[in-house]
């Protein structure tokens, strides 16, 4: 599975984004799919996934209530919409793919995406 994100940019605290990441290689659907962060001088943290049955949603404590995933299986792409963004949100945004799985990457996931830069000023 190729993944490709993209949405991230420059954007005032307070603003929104949106995140995709398109995925083309493989059956889109046996996936699930996950984003997670990295901020500078910080160790990559898991934030939103939904599975590869589409039944079930997770997200990091830090961003409930503030980001919303989906997924689009006819376009082969999830989405992360990034609302009311703080300057902590600042970071590299990836998306990744789990075989069969949650997306969380409990188990590692097996593919990864480069990711998208994301930074919220104050």
């Known amino acids: 599975v190729q993944l490709q994100a993209s949405g991230g940019g420059l954007v005032q605290a307070g603003g929104s984004l949106r995140l995709s990441c398109a995925a083309s290689g493989r059956t889109f659907s046996h996936y699930g799919m996950g984003w997670f962060r990295q901020a500078p001088e910080k160790e990559r943290e898991f934030v939103s996934a939904i599975s590869w049955t589409g039944g079930n949603i997770y997200y990091a404590d830090s961003v409930k209530g503030q980001f919303t995933i989906s997924g689009d299986n006819a376009k082969n792409t999830v989405y992360l919409q990034m609302n009311s963004l703080k300057p902590e949100d600042t970071a590299v945004y990836y998306c990744?793919?789990?075989?069969?799985?949650?997306?969380?990457?409990?188990?590692?996931?097996?593919?990864w995406g480069k990711g998208t830069l994301v930074t919220v000023s104050s």
């Open positions: 990744a793919a789990e075989f069969k799985g949650s997306g969380r990457g409990t188990r590692g996931m097996d593919y």
